[in-house]
């Protein structure tokens, strides 16, 4: 059985992303443990781990760091393990080396980059993009393996990653301009939008997550 760790640092709609996870578990057969945890020990041994975000980046950074070794442990099961990782939301936006939202702040660091405000440019998308859109992929990555040309997914968001390195882009949406939905790097991966919200689609994924050999 596989332990997967979905993080609670008190940020993030725990409640949904684990009965997410729990249907995509059982839809695709997967014997899992899955435990909302700030437990280091557990979060270290973990097979996966999923970590949510919704809110300010330098408050959820905040909130991450506050707890007494979180963030090591989370160190050791994806960097030192390589345990596949997703995060969602904010929780992807963490992953990069800094964040300009209210000032900046540095984030966990583990893909080159930094969050930015949208600025789209044509005046009707406004900001937050919050609602349905489209994903397009630039490269192919297992976690989008069968998900047709255009699915769609669920976005509330001001803010969006700019990797510094494009090969770690795996897939793209337009809100007047095209941003960063999806990004991806060896055994780490971080989606801008909800899945747990994005109904079958978003099902898909998690399961194509709780299968991902990276």
């Not at 992953?95 to 044509?122: H, M, T």
């Not at 897939?171 to 990004?183: C, E, N, P, S, T």
Request: negative net charge; hydrophobic residues 45%; charged residues 25%.
């Amino acid at each position: 059985m596989e332990r997967v760790a979905l993080i609670d640092y008190g940020s993030g709609n725990l409640r949904s992303a684990e009965k997410a996870l729990r249907e995509a578990a059982r839809r695709t057969g997967t014997d899992a443990e899955i435990r909302t945890t700030a437990d280091p020990d557990f979060v270290a041994r973990a097979d996966r781990v999923v970590l949510p975000g919704v809110g300010a980046f330098a408050a959820c950074m905040d909130a991450l760091e506050a707890r007494d070794g979180l963030v090591e442990a989370m160190t050791e099961a994806a960097q030192d393990r390589g345990a596949p990782f997703l995060g969602v939301c904010v929780g992807m936006q963490l992953l990069a080396d800094r964040g300009l939202e209210f000032g900046e702040r540095a984030g966990l660091g583990w893909i080159g980059g930094e969050v930015r405000r949208l600025q789209p440019s044509d005046p009707r998308a406004k900001v937050p993009h919050m609602g349905w859109n489209t994903l397009a992929f630039p490269r192919p990555h297992p976690l989008f393996a069968g998900a047709g040309e255009a699915p769609h997914m669920y976005f509330t968001h001001s803010y969006a990653f700019h990797p510094e390195d494009e090969t770690a882009v795996a897939a793209v949406a337009d809100h007047g301009g095209r941003f960063a939905a999806a990004v991806a790097k060896g055994n780490l991966a971080g989606v801008q939008f909800h899945p747990e919200k994005s109904q079958a689609e978003g099902l898909a994924l998690i399961g194509r997550f709780l299968a991902w050999r990276p």
